[in-house]
RNA sequence: GGGCGGAUAGCUCAGAUGGUAGAGCGCAGCCCUUACAAGGCUGAGGUCACAGGUUCGAGCCCUGUUCCGCCUACCA
């Protein structure tokens, strides 16, 4: 079994051998007949327009961190993959592709069109798959599953049926978002918002009676054709002899009311405004109050229509630009002032919506809201952190109806048909004979599609078999956790909360952990315009998926935006090297033979301290992400396994390992630190699953990866030699301070004497002696006592055992810049005055005395023992080195 | 307009239930010591945004202020 590693972590030849294993072996595959406890996920479904960004590399780092986890610990985990059709973004690049060919989706026609697009889906979808296996995302990919699957499409027809049946779904005119290029409504979550300059116009409409005018302030002037009403403000004195008189709309020349409604807001622009019932949704509500007509006057593609007048045909700005011309020259125009004021756009195009009136299907969302509401209110669903539970609760209170009719091709065909013969809509799973109300066979399915999420929210339990009621279901739902970013809460998050709760009665998921979004180092959002954006694909061919993974995994920090810089994944792939040689190390001690486990009778120090010490780093690997913190279970495992392991232990048992302590302490030493490395193995293994393996299929006996060890067992451990050994490690740490302090030569041989007050320091120090001499290069470990106190020579002041305190005094006759020395004394000792100082300071209160908690009132008095120590021994130090 | 979050070392950020301010990177000095220069050792660096308050004690709790983000909203 002895084998050499490779100096250095070549992570492109290792990668794409584990990813292969662990799916040919079938690791993945979740078995619902297993005994073993339930652990579930289903996977934010990437887009099949997508290739992996650094998003998804985050979302799915944690994912798979999670996943193996649980798997080590001995649950059955089930995490379900999948990809999602996304209507509009699909279409909108396969248009773009059809274009390129000199075609669009109307010339090829609906059938063809979407044809094209599954083709489409076909070659790419694989693309982001094989990008997640990469990322060695350990997902049960037998159970792939895409939001267009036929088990899928039924479930969605199934819920939109029975939501119809109950008066949860309707269909009616209302106004809606319209996307003038998408050319489909969409529902009010897929409007972006964004503050623009531009200009409140001040418009002048002549009363029929010749008496005057009244002034409306808008900031839209082309939509005024359409308006049917100027409304003021019941109150508002200033109109009040106006009350039932009629204007007549400039251009159209068209007759309108002069109306009053309590929305009105008497302190803006002039306490007057137009009601454009068919292109303001605030308008579209008073019209309804008044009983108003509406009057269109812009079609689909956002151009002027036949009520437009002369303006018809030209598109809107262009129309508001002529028209603010036109009524300048009239004189119509009073003033126009510069306003900052926010247009909504279409979140997969960002062509500015126009709000427009229109026939759509709608979901009731008010009776699935309120249990919703209820289930996080109760516990029985948690968000991680919690303070997203807020935002989630603020929307869901004030939800509105939720439209999701897409004038699209690309989705799930609306399972309801029109009759020809009758008004009557049949409803249906499965496409009917003929219509329900007249039996008519002259019948025709709906054209719209489906609004995406509408099949998204049903994912937790659609990708499970439902309707069936399959053994999956029963046993992985609900789900145990979803892992998403803060931007699709409402989107997604809630809504598949409602249908969850709606159609399996319970839901969807245990927690839900919100993890942040990731910009660039900058603080800016990573964009392709911008050129800012780090591909995750370049990073991980280039410093490795491991470095990339426990990068995301420390900067997971909850509640919080990550800013990423390339070289922090340097600087984790400088991680993964140093595990690599590590092992490296370890293999060069290890005999042919393999290793026998070590008697816990043979232990040093160094080999109970370190023992103690990843006892500790499991317990808090585990209970972090226990708690969803993968930032400090990263953490925790980088400072272990470097400054802990590589840095002291592996420092420490070189003497051993060279057998200059004997046979036993050869062994023993070996054998804890192959215990150590193949049990760090197992901890770092979720978050970085391939240099893990790769190692472990070195130094273990079995074949078998990684995914199938457990979580390892916590060791017996040691506080008292653990305790001890870190008083070495400070005594350590004074002598090489004095030796680069006064720039003496490695070479230089030099002796230590230490004085201690406590018998258990001296202890600790006379048996790590060797530990001492080894890695801070002195000759000799000598003891003094108060009487042989050195009068001349430097020190450094140690921390014993139970807040004793040590003088580690070097003698470097020759050596000494007295001056540096004294410098460095008084810089010290000021620190240890200032801070004995204060603690005195509330020592003295009679409050502090009184009030404060016995214990930490104790604490303070040995803190203050300690600091008077180290101030006094300063000081004499300090006399030492002037008498040089 | 409403809401949420942030301001801690040069940079990026940690800092449960108030009790000695930490890490990574960067920086400086010294070292090619046969696991690793993608490395080792040592070190410098902080009025915890500002002003009050509560408390024996505040980075943490309360009030206010100033800057940043983000979400949300029917001020035309």
């Given at each position: 079994m002895k084998r050499t590693l490779s100096k250095v972590y070549e992570p492109s030849k290792v990668e794409e051998k584990w990813a292969g294993l662990w799916i040919e072996r079938g690791y993945f595959t979740a078995d619902p007949h297993s005994g073993k406890p339930p652990f579930s996920m289903v996977i934010p479904p990437p887009n099949i327009t997508g290739s992996l960004h650094l998003g998804h590399a985050l979302n799915n780092t944690l994912q798979d961190i999670m996943a193996r986890f649980r798997r080590m610990e001995g649950y059955n985990v089930l995490w379900l993959p999948g990809i999602d059709h996304a209507g509009i973004a699909t279409q909108n690049v396969v248009e773009k592709k059809l274009l390129a060919e000199g075609l669009s989706r109307e010339e090829l026609g609906r059938e063809e069109f979407v044809k094209r697009v599954w083709q489409w889906k076909e070659e790419s979808g694989d693309t982001i798959i094989g990008q997640l296996k990469r990322l060695?995302?350990?997902?049960?990919?037998?159970r792939l599953r895409f939001t267009m699957d036929e088990g899928l499409s039924m479930a969605v027809r199934e819920v939109f049926v029975r939501l119809y049946r109950e008066g949860l779904i309707y269909r009616g005119d209302y106004i809606i978002n319209w996307c003038p290029r998408c050319m489909t409504a969409l529902s009010d979550l897929e409007v972006e918002h964004e503050e623009k300059s531009g200009s409140l116009y001040y418009l002048k409409y002549p009363l029929k009676d010749g008496t005057g005018s009244i002034t409306v302030a808008t900031?839209?002037?082309?939509t005024m054709l359409g308006d049917v009403a100027v409304a003021v403000n019941?109150?508002?004195?200033?109109y009040s002899k106006l009350r039932g008189k009629t204007l007549v709309l400039p251009i159209v020349e068209r007759e309108i009311p002069i109306i009053e409604d309590?929305?009105?807001?008497?302190?803006?622009?002039?306490?007057a405004v137009k009601i454009t019932p068919a292109h303001d949704f605030n308008d579209f509500e008073v019209a309804r109050r008044h009983s108003l007509p509406s009057v269109a006057v812009m079609d689909e593609r956002a151009g002027m229509n036949e009520?437009?007048?002369?303006?018809?045909?030209?598109?809107r700005f262009e129309a508001r630009k002529k028209m603010v011309e036109e009524l300048k020259e009239k004189g119509l125009i009073e003033r126009v002032e510069d306003y900052r004021l926010s247009v909504g756009t279409c979140y997969r195009c960002r062509t500015v919506v126009e709000p427009m009136v229109s026939k759509q299907w709608f979901v009731r969302t008010g009776p699935l809201s309120r249990p919703a509401i209820k289930a996080v209110e109760e516990g029985a669903l948690r968000f991680?952190?919690?303070?997203w539970e807020k935002t989630y609760f603020e929307w869901m209170r004030n939800i509105r109806d939720w439209?999701?009719?897409?004038?699209?091709?690309?989705g799930h065909r609306i399972p309801a048909w029109h009759c020809k013969d009758c008004p009557h809509i049949t409803v249906a799973t499965t496409t009917p004979e003929?219509?329900?109300?007249?039996?008519?066979?002259d019948i025709e399915q709906d054209p719209d599609v489906l609004d995406t999420w509408f099949s998204s929210a049903l994912w937790p339990f659609s990708t499970l078999g439902w309707p069936e009621d399959t053994e999956e279901l029963r046993v992985?739902?609900?789900?145990?956790a979803l892992f998403t970013s803060f931007d699709i809460i409402f989107f997604w998050v809630a809504r598949m909360i409602m249908m969850g709760l709606k159609f399996?009665?319970?839901?969807?998921?245990?927690d839900v952990y919100i993890h942040a979004l990731i910009r660039d180092a900058q603080g800016q959002k990573m964009s392709k315009s911008k050129g800012n954006v780090i591909d995750p694909l370049v990073m991980m061919e280039r410093y490795g998926t491991d470095a990339l993974r426990f990068t995301l995994a420390v900067l997971a920090a909850q509640g919080r935006d990550i800013k990423l810089a390339e070289e922090r994944i340097e600087g984790y792939r400088n991680f993964a090297n140093k595990l690599w040689n590590l092992a490296r190390f370890t293999m060069m001690h290890l005999e042919d033979k393999p290793a026998e486990s070590p008697r816990p009778d043979d232990y040093s120090v160094a080999d109970k301290w370190i023992l103690t010490r990843f006892k500790a780093c499991r317990g808090q690997v585990a209970s972090a992400l226990d708690a969803y913190q993968f930032d400090v279970a990263a953490k925790s495992l980088y400072g272990f396994v470097w400054?802990?392991?590589?840095?002291?232990y592996v420092e420490a048992i070189k003497p051993d390992l060279k057998g200059e302590k004997g046979e036993t302490r050869k062994k023993t030493s070996t054998g804890v630190l192959l215990t150590v490395l193949a049990d760090t193995l197992k901890l770092l293994h979720p978050f970085m699953p391939f240099i893990t393996d790769e190692i472990h299929s070195y130094i273990s006996?079995?074949?078998?990866?990684?995914?199938?060890?457990?979580f390892p067992q916590p060791p017996e451990s040691y506080p008292e030699e653990a305790s001890n050994m870190e008083t070495v490690m400070d005594v350590i740490r004074c002598v090489r301070n004095i030796r680069v302090e006064f720039n003496i030569p490695n070479r230089a041989e030099l002796e230590c004497v230490v004085l201690t007050r406590k018998e258990a320091t001296k202890r600790a120090i006379e048996e790590g002696a060797h530990y001492i001499k080894a890695l801070s290069g002195v000759k000799e470990v000598g003891f003094i006592t108060e009487e042989e106190r050195p009068r001349k020579g430097v020190f450094n002041v140690a921390r014993g055992v139970e807040g004793d305190t040590v003088e580690v005094f070097v003698p470097i006759r020759g050596y000494v810049d007295v001056e540096a020395e004294l410098g460095r004394l008084e810089r010290e000792l000021e620190k240890v005055e200032r801070e004995l100082s204060a603690v005195k300071k509330r020592l003295s209160k009679e409050n502090f005395l009184k009030k404060a908690p016995p214990e930490v009132v104790e604490k303070e008095r040995g803190r203050s023992r300690e600091l008077e120590e180290r101030r006094e021994r300063l000081l004499k130090g300090l006399e030492r080195v002037r008498a040089l």
């Amino acid at each position: 079994m002895k084998r050499t590693l490779s100096k250095v972590y070549e992570p492109s030849k290792v990668e794409e051998k584990w990813a292969g294993l662990w799916i040919e072996r079938g690791y993945f595959t979740a078995d619902p007949h297993s005994g073993k406890p339930p652990f579930s996920m289903v996977i934010p479904p990437p887009n099949i327009t997508g290739s992996l960004h650094l998003g998804h590399a985050l979302n799915n780092t944690l994912q798979d961190i999670m996943a193996r986890f649980r798997r080590m610990e001995g649950y059955n985990v089930l995490w379900l993959p999948g990809i999602d059709h996304a209507g509009i973004a699909t279409q909108n690049v396969v248009e773009k592709k059809l274009l390129a060919e000199g075609l669009s989706r109307e010339e090829l026609g609906r059938e063809e069109f979407v044809k094209r697009v599954w083709q489409w889906k076909e070659e790419s979808g694989d693309t982001i798959i094989g990008q997640l296996k990469r990322l060695g995302a350990s997902c049960d990919w037998t159970r792939l599953r895409f939001t267009m699957d036929e088990g899928l499409s039924m479930a969605v027809r199934e819920v939109f049926v029975r939501l119809y049946r109950e008066g949860l779904i309707y269909r009616g005119d209302y106004i809606i978002n319209w996307c003038p290029r998408c050319m489909t409504a969409l529902s009010d979550l897929e409007v972006e918002h964004e503050e623009k300059s531009g200009s409140l116009y001040y418009l002048k409409y002549p009363l029929k009676d010749g008496t005057g005018s009244i002034t409306v302030a808008t900031t839209r002037p082309e939509t005024m054709l359409g308006d049917v009403a100027v409304a003021v403000n019941p109150e508002d004195e200033r109109y009040s002899k106006l009350r039932g008189k009629t204007l007549v709309l400039p251009i159209v020349e068209r007759e309108i009311p002069i109306i009053e409604d309590p929305a009105v807001d008497r302190e803006f622009g002039t306490g007057a405004v137009k009601i454009t019932p068919a292109h303001d949704f605030n308008d579209f509500e008073v019209a309804r109050r008044h009983s108003l007509p509406s009057v269109a006057v812009m079609d689909e593609r956002a151009g002027m229509n036949e009520n437009a007048g002369p303006y018809r045909g030209l598109d809107r700005f262009e129309a508001r630009k002529k028209m603010v011309e036109e009524l300048k020259e009239k004189g119509l125009i009073e003033r126009v002032e510069d306003y900052r004021l926010s247009v909504g756009t279409c979140y997969r195009c960002r062509t500015v919506v126009e709000p427009m009136v229109s026939k759509q299907w709608f979901v009731r969302t008010g009776p699935l809201s309120r249990p919703a509401i209820k289930a996080v209110e109760e516990g029985a669903l948690r968000f991680v952190p919690k303070s997203w539970e807020k935002t989630y609760f603020e929307w869901m209170r004030n939800i509105r109806d939720w439209c999701i009719s897409r004038q699209i091709w690309w989705g799930h065909r609306i399972p309801a048909w029109h009759c020809k013969d009758c008004p009557h809509i049949t409803v249906a799973t499965t496409t009917p004979e003929g219509c329900e109300g007249c039996g008519s066979k002259d019948i025709e399915q709906d054209p719209d599609v489906l609004d995406t999420w509408f099949s998204s929210a049903l994912w937790p339990f659609s990708t499970l078999g439902w309707p069936e009621d399959t053994e999956e279901l029963r046993v992985f739902y609900p789900t145990s956790a979803l892992f998403t970013s803060f931007d699709i809460i409402f989107f997604w998050v809630a809504r598949m909360i409602m249908m969850g709760l709606k159609f399996m009665e319970d839901v969807p998921f245990r927690d839900v952990y919100i993890h942040a979004l990731i910009r660039d180092a900058q603080g800016q959002k990573m964009s392709k315009s911008k050129g800012n954006v780090i591909d995750p694909l370049v990073m991980m061919e280039r410093y490795g998926t491991d470095a990339l993974r426990f990068t995301l995994a420390v900067l997971a920090a909850q509640g919080r935006d990550i800013k990423l810089a390339e070289e922090r994944i340097e600087g984790y792939r400088n991680f993964a090297n140093k595990l690599w040689n590590l092992a490296r190390f370890t293999m060069m001690h290890l005999e042919d033979k393999p290793a026998e486990s070590p008697r816990p009778d043979d232990y040093s120090v160094a080999d109970k301290w370190i023992l103690t010490r990843f006892k500790a780093c499991r317990g808090q690997v585990a209970s972090a992400l226990d708690a969803y913190q993968f930032d400090v279970a990263a953490k925790s495992l980088y400072g272990f396994v470097w400054h802990e392991l590589c840095d002291w232990y592996v420092e420490a048992i070189k003497p051993d390992l060279k057998g200059e302590k004997g046979e036993t302490r050869k062994k023993t030493s070996t054998g804890v630190l192959l215990t150590v490395l193949a049990d760090t193995l197992k901890l770092l293994h979720p978050f970085m699953p391939f240099i893990t393996d790769e190692i472990h299929s070195y130094i273990s006996e079995r074949e078998e990866s990684l995914v199938k060890e457990g979580f390892p067992q916590p060791p017996e451990s040691y506080p008292e030699e653990a305790s001890n050994m870190e008083t070495v490690m400070d005594v350590i740490r004074c002598v090489r301070n004095i030796r680069v302090e006064f720039n003496i030569p490695n070479r230089a041989e030099l002796e230590c004497v230490v004085l201690t007050r406590k018998e258990a320091t001296k202890r600790a120090i006379e048996e790590g002696a060797h530990y001492i001499k080894a890695l801070s290069g002195v000759k000799e470990v000598g003891f003094i006592t108060e009487e042989e106190r050195p009068r001349k020579g430097v020190f450094n002041v140690a921390r014993g055992v139970e807040g004793d305190t040590v003088e580690v005094f070097v003698p470097i006759r020759g050596y000494v810049d007295v001056e540096a020395e004294l410098g460095r004394l008084e810089r010290e000792l000021e620190k240890v005055e200032r801070e004995l100082s204060a603690v005195k300071k509330r020592l003295s209160k009679e409050n502090f005395l009184k009030k404060a908690p016995p214990e930490v009132v104790e604490k303070e008095r040995g803190r203050s023992r300690e600091l008077e120590e180290r101030r006094e021994r300063l000081l004499k130090g300090l006399e030492r080195v002037r008498a040089l």
